[in-house]
């Protein structure tokens, strides 16, 4: 009879530590639950990376359990409670940093639809200020909403302390009762279940193929290096084999005497509808206003990003490719000019490198890379880009291939008080929407004057002289048509994917196809204006000469799966869109013939005559269907 009571004991002194495992499993997956519901796109056939993170989480408080019966098994009776001391801090750390880890990486997946690192970490650290400034409150809300954090996050880690030393203290009872040897019979099968579930992750990470394992949080944190926001499915290897054959037999011309530079100016986040070279309202652009003016700047009337995201953007200009195309491996425009003679210099603003791997997108074939890691200033502050042309040496005849990537208009861009010519631009002056867009017209009207900054030291340089500027952005912004907070990347609208595209030639080519252009469109334009031979593996086309019927293809490549073609046709440009509502919700579709309708509010489907969304559904699913094939291999 005592025996029966002391096992029922035994297994009721069990359930705080059983629960405490449990409590870690599901929340982990209800993390990941939350994280395919963002990015349905991943789609439930990707389940490694699900459960991957619940065996890592959970496993890590196993481990705890049988570190604390190890110590209590091998150590003498006197450091007993030292023992338990340390591993009871080090799991009251742990559960702390899964409350602070998974709050941010929703965050991070939320914001820009994908994990959050170690390395973005430290550095959203050092900008907090920057970071208060983005939220809709003012500025004595936000440190006073930060506060409450940190007081809540410090009041989190005694609750963990007294949880794990509960868990603890009813593990050591249960499996001790006095005697040392239940200790060791608890180390044994502590271990032996530790090794099935090493078994498990190992079985999961093997029975993933490569380009699928990409979106475990925990590898993600601390190695991303490995990260690859393009996943390297069979269709992106494919054409990366094709890219490197092309690029080994193209032709090298003998570059002729006076062959201009090209400078390639991008500003991340730049809305055409809201400059003033495009007809707005406000002055932002006095700048290239007065380019255009001189008959020597060319605008593009509507210019399409192929995706609303930095990392598709700016790949797809270099590449000329659509997303589902995109690698490391493609063919590049400045490894096509690197190859007959430029030299290839990248001034940014911005961190390319923590931002996924960007910097290692664009290649070692780089002759000079310039960014805040040079200078004393802060990443996303342009004045960085100045200084990477102080550096230069004046130009010495070798043509060059310049790339400058501009934050002012980014919400994380470092914004100058001397650019605030348009008020109220603090909270407790205005309406939300209307100091959003003073802010964002204010931060146009500052990469305007910085542009004109990096000009005039070109010019200074000798490299301005025979060049070619192109001046476009990677995406567009939502300033309200969207929600209250400024972001991007969430659907296909026209805010979102509409950039400008301006081109300084002073010479008198003539430039037939401004009336619409694809970001896939610039490469080949810069190629053909320096009279080169096209590679045959680019999509895009050149603006020098007009090409009657031109679709692009756009997809979203965060939160729910949204694609699109937009398509000439004649006058008309149409725009089908095709948008999952939600993990198990069915489909949207929409039509819009956006010259007529640019803010897309007359959705034509079902309108429209049947053969122009029947001729759109066709390039839709010709376009798509080798990819979603790869993607199930």
């Known amino acids: 009879m005592r025996s029966t009571s002391g096992s029922i004991s035994h297994y009721i002194k069990l359930w705080p530590p059983l629960l405490l495992f449990l409590g870690v499993s599901v929340v982990s997956a209800v993390y990941m639950f939350a994280v395919y519901q963002m990015?349905?796109?991943?789609?439930?056939?990707?389940?490694?990376?699900?459960?991957?993170?619940?065996?890592?989480?959970?496993?890590?408080?196993?481990?705890?359990?049988?570190?604390?019966?190890?110590?209590?098994?091998?150590?003498?009776?006197?450091?007993?409670?030292?023992?338990?001391?340390?591993?009871?801090f080090v799991s009251s750390c742990y559960f702390l940093f899964l409350s602070l880890f998974y709050p941010l990486s929703l965050t991070a997946n939320f914001s820009w639809g994908d994990n959050i690192t170690l390395s973005l970490v430290y550095e959203y650290l050092t900008q907090i200020p920057l970071l208060l400034r983005i939220l809709p409150v003012s500025t004595f809300s936000a440190y006073l909403i930060l506060c409450c954090v940190l007081t809540i996050y410090v009041s989190l880690f005694f609750l963990f302390r007294k949880i794990s030393t509960t868990s603890f203290t009813a593990f050591l009872d249960a499996h001790l009762l006095g005697k040392r040897w239940h200790a060791r019979h608890s180390v044994g099968l502590g271990l032996l279940v530790l090794a099935g579930?090493?078994?498990?992750?190992?079985?999961?990470?093997?029975?993933?193929?490569?380009?699928?394992?990409?979106?475990?949080?925990?590898?993600?944190?601390?190695?991303?290096?490995?990260?690859v926001p393009a996943d390297m499915n069979p269709q992106r290897l494919y054409v990366a084999q094709q890219d490197r054959q092309s690029r080994q037999v193209y032709p090298k011309p003998k570059l002729l005497p006076n062959t201009p530079n090209v400078i390639l100016i991008l500003v991340d986040s730049?809305?055409?509808?809201?400059?003033?070279?495009?007809?707005?309202?406000?002055?932002?652009?006095?700048?290239?206003s007065q380019l255009h003016a001189s008959g020597h700047l060319r605008t593009v009337q509507l210019a399409v990003s192929t995706c609303p995201n930095t990392y598709c953007g700016v790949l797809s200009m270099f590449t000329s490719k659509p997303y589902r195309d995109i690698s490391d491996d493609n063919f590049k425009i400045y490894d096509l000019l690197r190859d007959l003679g430029y030299t290839v210099h990248f001034i940014v603003a911005g961190s390319h490198r923590n931002w996924y791997n960007l910097d290692r997108a664009y290649g070692t074939e780089i002759n000079s890379f310039f960014d805040y890691r040079h200078t004393q200033l802060s990443a996303n502050d342009d004045q960085i880009l100045i200084e990477g042309v102080e550096r230069l040496a004046p130009f010495a005849k070798t043509p060059a291939f310049f790339y400058f990537h501009l934050m002012s208009v980014h919400v994380t861009g470092l914004a100058k008080e001397e650019?605030?010519?348009?008020?109220?631009?603090?909270?407790?002056?205005?309406?939300?929407?209307?100091?959003?867009?003073n802010r964002y017209d204010n931060s146009v009207l500052q990469a305007d004057a910085h542009i004109q900054k990096i000009m005039k030291k070109l010019e200074e340089r000798g490299y301005l002289d025979n060049s070619l500027v192109v001046i476009t952005s990677d995406h567009g912004e939502n300033l309200g048509e969207d929600g209250d907070l400024p972001d991007h990347g969430w659907n296909l609208h026209q805010h979102q994917i509409r950039i400008p595209l301006l081109i300084y030639d002073r010479t008198s080519t003539v430039y037939q196809d401004l009336a619409f252009a694809r970001q896939i469109d610039i490469a080949p334009t810069i190629s053909a204006r320096l009279g080169l031979p096209l590679p045959s593996v680019w999509s895009g086309h050149s603006l020098l000469t007009y090409t009657a019927e031109k679709c692009s293809y756009h997809e979203s490549v965060k939160g729910r799966p949204s694609r699109s073609v937009i398509c000439r046709r004649g006058s008309n440009i149409y725009k089908y869109i095709v948008q999952q509502q939600g993990?198990?919700?069915?489909?949207?579709?929409e039509l819009y013939e956006i010259t007529s309708d640019p803010k897309e509010e007359n959705n034509l489907v079902g309108k429209d005559p049947p053969e122009v969304i029947t001729y759109l559904r066709e390039k839709f699913s010709n376009h798509w269907l080798n990819q979603d094939i790869a993607r199930s291999h």
């Open 270 to 288: 730049l809305r055409p509808d809201h400059m003033g070279v495009y007809g707005y309202h406000r002055p932002t652009t006095p700048f290239l």
């Open 419 to 437: 650019y605030s010519r348009f008020q109220p631009v603090t909270i407790s002056e205005g309406s939300l929407l209307k100091i959003r867009t």
């Open 197 to 227: 579930y090493t078994y498990l992750a190992v079985s999961v990470v093997q029975a993933a193929p490569q380009y699928k394992f990409w979106k475990e949080p925990f590898t993600d944190f601390y190695l991303p290096s490995n990260h």
């Open 583 to 589: 993990l198990f919700a069915a489909q949207r579709e």
């Open 39 to 88: 990015n349905s796109r991943l789609g439930w056939h990707d389940k490694s990376d699900f459960f991957l993170h619940v065996l890592l989480s959970s496993g890590v408080v196993l481990v705890l359990f049988i570190s604390l019966a190890l110590w209590s098994a091998m150590s003498p009776a006197s450091s007993q409670g030292r023992g338990k001391s340390f591993i009871t």
